[in-house]
T-cell receptor, first 114, second 113 residues
Framework: AQSVTQLDSQVPVFEEAPVELRCNYS??????LFWYVQYPNQGLQLLLK??????LVKGINGFEAEFNKSQTSFHLRKPSVHISDTAEYFC????????????FGAGTQVVVTP | NAGVTQTPKFRILKIGQSMTLQCTQD?????MYWYRQDPGMGLKLIYY???????DKGEVPNGYNVSRSTTEDFPLRLELAAPSQTSVYFC????????????FGPGTRLTVL
């Protein structure tokens, strides 16, 4: 089984400042890793995913994440946030040999203020 | 192309009532899912389906039922609603290979009083 821990429940950040959202996972098998974003009153949409290859993954809206196998982490970063980045961010994991069932973290609420 | 649509957006139920949450997708995806989202808990998988006529339980199936008679529709049935089922419910669909992306609907906010 897999589990995901998002280390911060809420991250306040000023506009144009950098942000890092931390995600650690636990799994006895190889995994795929995902970050989803949920804007207020909307469903989730995919930001980026790590499948294999380069450990630095670039996603939409200027976000990127780095997979660190030794530390079992998949932290999400953005060098300069906008007000529109205010949202909840979910890290998710799925075993590579397991169909479809994502295991989500509890989420990190990012609040961007001017 | 609407993607995944859900109805209703909001609903208030009394304890013991039943209802069906509707989910429809127009992406011709075989795989569909129902999740519930509780504050501070992330999303938990309720049921999923790998194609018409095939469904299976997820992590938290108790109190729910599903059916999948067509590729497009995947309704979630709540029988004998309880306050513990107060939550936001999301339906999702995906193409089905192991690396695929799940596409989510806008959610249904359900309150059971």
């Amino acid at each position: 089984a897999q589990s995901v821990t998002q280390l911060d429940s809420q991250v306040p950040v000023f506009e144009e400042a950098p942000v890092e959202l931390r995600c650690n996972y636990s799994s006895s098998v190889s995994v795929y890793l995902f970050w989803y974003v949920q804007y207020p009153n909307q469903g989730l949409q995919l930001l980026l995913k790590y499948l294999s290859g380069s450990t630095l993954v670039k996603g939409i809206n200027g976000f990127e994440a780095e997979f660190n196998k030794s530390q079992t982490s998949f932290h999400l970063r953005k060098p300069s946030v906008h007000i529109s980045d205010t949202a909840e961010y979910f890290c998710a994991v799925r075993a590579t040999d397991s169909w479809g069932k994502l295991q989500f973290g509890a989420g990190t609420q990012v609040v961007v203020t001017p | 192309n609407a993607g995944v649509t859900q109805t209703p957006k909001f609903r208030i139920l009394k304890i013991g009532q039943s209802m069906t949450l509707q989910c429809t997708q127009d992406m011709n995806h075989n795989y569909m899912y129902w999740y519930r989202q509780d504050p501070g808990m992330g999303l938990k998988l309720i049921y999923y389906s790998v194609g018409a006529g095939i469904t299976d339980k997820g992590e938290v199936p108790n109190g729910y039922n599903v059916s999948r008679s067509t590729t497009e529709d995947f309704p979630l049935r709540l029988e004998l609603a309880a306050p513990s089922q107060t939550s936001v419910y999301f339906c999702a669909a995906s193409g089905g290979d192991l690396t695929d992306t799940q596409y989510f609907g806008p959610g249904t906010r359900l309150t059971v009083l």
